[in-house]
């Protein structure tokens, strides 16, 4: 599961994949702005078909919370 959202974050963000990891956040990556924020989680959405609520977006901030709530997510 890790290896298909590091290509995600990747993609969206426009990095290498060996730049992601669990400490990529929006704090740290320049990337990361709130347009990149909304189609890394529309992306997310659609790889692993499932939807996230407003508030689950706001707490999205990092790979590994976003990695952690997929898992919690069985993926």
């Known amino acids: 599961m890790e290896e298909k959202l590091k290509k995600i974050f ?3 963000l426009k990095i290498p994949e060996s ?3 669990d400490s ?3 704090e740290n990556a320049v990337e ?3 347009l990149n924020h909304l ?3 529309t992306e997310i959405e659609k790889e692993y078909k499932i939807k996230f609520t407003a ?3 706001l ?3 990092s790979f590994k919370k976003i990695s ?3 898992k919690q997510k069985g993926f």
Request: proline letters at 0%; zero cysteines.
């Open 10 to 12: 990747a993609n969206v």
């Open 19 to 21: 730049e992601v990891t």
């Open 24 to 26: 990529t956040s929006r």
């Open 32 to 34: 990361w702005d709130s």
């Open 39 to 41: 189609m890394l989680l």
């Open 55 to 57: 508030s689950d977006t």
């Open 59 to 61: 707490k999205m901030g």
């Open 68 to 70: 952690d709530f997929l």
